[in-house]
């Protein structure tokens, strides 16, 4: 079975009470437990993981080396400012999928910079909590096209 690893970084624990005319009113437990839904169905298991510190976030990238297949994550303002995510996620060289809730190029200009993309396979943005569930379905399909011994008979 595939094992992919959800990060969240910075603010995004405030999910739900945070800036909801831009980030939406689930809180990140409801886009957790959806996330949860839907590796179910597609016969994958995830772990979700948040933290505010890049420290923490750079030790569960690390981390996922040898037990997980892929990543998913939302590097929060750190997708702006942090090399050191970047350089983590070169590091371990698993597939990455970079998502967020907002549209970040259509929002202020130090926001359309990110240090991940180009480190990850690709980057869904703007469609609220149903960007995780795009960023899940195209990391599961990616990993299962490039090992079809991991896809579901
Ligand atoms: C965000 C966009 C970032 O610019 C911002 O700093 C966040 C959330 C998003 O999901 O839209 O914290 O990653």
Known sequence: MLHIQVIHGPNLNLLGLRE?????SQTLEGINQAL???????????????????????????????????????PGAYTHTSIALRDAIAAVGLPT??????????????????YLAPVALGQICGFGAQ?????????????RSADPASSPR
């Not at 909801?20 to 939406?24: A, M, N, R, V, W």
């Open 97 to 114: 999928v970079e998502v967020h809730l907002s549209n970040i190029h259509r929002r202020e200009p130090f926001r359309h910079q990110s």
């Open 131 to 143: 960007s995780y569930q795009l960023g899940l379905q195209a990391l599961v399909q990616y990993l």
């Open 20 to 24: 909801p005319e831009i980030y939406g």
């Open 36 to 74: 949860q839904n839907s590796a179910q169905q597609l016969g994958v298991a995830v772990d979700c993981f948040q933290s505010n510190s890049e420290g923490a976030l750079v030790d569960c990238i690390q981390a996922a080396w040898g037990g997980k297949d892929g990543i998913l994550i939302n």
